[in-house]
């Protein structure tokens, strides 16, 4: 690892938000003082401790938080080598991770006396935390989703009906979540004055990939607490599974410099890494390029056209990665590999007959490389993987996957 070169992995990014080569501001001449009207906000904000004590406050009475650190007892038996804990983001309000990033930015959006919020989403998780945050607020909430996807995602585009939000199908391009994020982003510039855009993962233009990491890092923060009373250590392994990278990102931030940690990303393998682009994995499978204001890693093919991508879990679907993870893969501080929906479909499975949890599809994918490598290691080999969103969503895809039809379920 190139920890010589670094003294801290946790500066980043820079005055113009690059991790290194990677992040960055492409954004038109109108965009930009929104965007930096959102990163003075934001950097008053951070510095600003009844900011911090309104998302706590929040975090515990609404969201739930802390979620729990859990020993997986059975599992650890079951592959006879290293212990393994899960954080329990699942068991958040709205059952995901989504809504550590959303209560920060809402909150950000209040100070800044914006009324109305638009966001975009693609298995509909992101949408459906920013328009429960909305209701509890009073804010107006429009939420972009690709026409596809509000055909494939009925009860979450139900599910933000019913908490009050406007929904904008998108036919644009392939109707899916990058063309959703393209035309918030022109809702945005048309509507400057009183609209804030809340994004749900660690993408976008600077400060968006900073900003979403440094709230989704409660996450980290809590294991660091709550590892120290279970074993009184540091865990040895910390796992997650990425989309854009935040739950990924809020868990690893916080142990970026504690360099005797080993951090893995895993990457939405879909039907396999070398088929023909039918996965997510922007690091494993794509290469360098720009995307919604930043510069990453995408899938795209030779002319530089950015490809969909297939993965069985919805919420892994995004073309592309958070520029940070791009430059900690790149300077080799974390490591990622890809899963593929038939792996993580088999630790799902597990998941549920061995611990009593239906976890969403996209940690199964964090808890199939988990099965994979924990065989290998030694008894006092501790792993802590992120249980970053419960199986409620998914059980209809899964049980599709498995071969069943509705009404022979027994
Ligand atoms: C949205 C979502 C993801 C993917 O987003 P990240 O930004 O990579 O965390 C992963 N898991 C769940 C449960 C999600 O809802």
């Not at 088929?275 to 499978?285: F, I, P, R, V």
């Not at 080799?332 to 976890?359: M, W």
């Not at 199939?368 to 924990?374: E, G, N, R, S, T």
């Amino acid at each position: 690892m190139a920890n010589d070169l670094f003294n801290s992995f946790m500066t980043g990014p820079d005055e113009n938000g690059r991790f290194g080569e990677f992040g960055g501001r492409f954004v038109s001449e109108t965009l930009m003082p929104l965007i930096l009207d959102l990163q003075a906000e934001y950097d008053k904000a951070k510095d600003d401790a009844s900011f911090w004590a309104e998302m706590d406050d929040l975090w515990e009475h609404y969201v739930g938080r802390p979620s729990p650190l859990y020993l997986a007892e059975r599992l650890t038996e079951e592959l006879g080598g290293a212990k393994i804990y899960m954080k329990r983001d699942e068991l958040n309000h709205t059952g995901a991770h989504k809504i550590n990033n959303v209560l920060g930015q809402i909150i950000l959006a209040r100070r800044m006396g914006k009324k109305r919020i638009i966001a975009e989403t693609g298995a509909g998780q992101h949408g459906v935390a920013t328009a429960t945050v909305c209701a509890k607020f009073g804010l107006k909430c429009v939420v972009y989703m690709g026409a596809h996807d509000v055909e494939r995602q009925a009860p979450n585009v139900f599910r933000m009906r019913l908490l009050g939000a406007e929904i904008v199908p998108v036919t644009s391009g392939r109707g899916t979540l990058k063309d959703a994020m393209n035309d918030a982003l022109r809702d945005w510039v048309t509507n400057v004055r009183d609209t804030f855009y809340c994004i749900g993962t660690v993408a976008g233009p600077h400060p968006y990939p900073a900003m979403v990491r440094d709230f989704q890092s409660i996450i980290g923060k809590e294991v660091r607490t709550q590892m120290d009373r279970a074993e009184g250590r540091l865990p040895d392994t910390i796992i997650a599974a990425i989309g854009g990278g935040s739950n990924a990102m809020g868990l690893f931030y916080p142990f970026l410099d504690d360099k005797e940690v080993d951090i893995i990303g895993v990457e939405a393998g879909g039907k396999g890494v070398n088929a023909k682009m039918e996965h997510c994995a922007s690091l494993t499978g794509g290469r360098p390029g720009v995307l919604h204001g930043n510069r990453t890693y995408l899938l795209q093919d030779d002319d530089g056209q950015i490809l969909e991508g297939f993965s069985i879990s919805a919420g892994l679907d995004y073309p592309g990665i958070g520029p940070e993870h791009a430059w900690l893969h790149d300077i080799g501080r974390a490591k990622y590999v890809s899963i593929t929906d038939k792996e993580a479909l088999a630790a799902f499975q597990k998941c549920c007959e061995l611990e009593g949890i239906i976890p969403a599809l996209e940690p199964s994918h964090a808890l199939a490389h988990v099965m994979k490598i924990a065989p290998e290691l030694p008894k006092d080999h501790i792993i802590c993987m992120n249980m970053c969103g419960r199986g409620d969503k998914d059980i209809f895809t899964v049980a599709k996957a498995l071969g069943f039809e509705m009404g022979e379920f027994a």
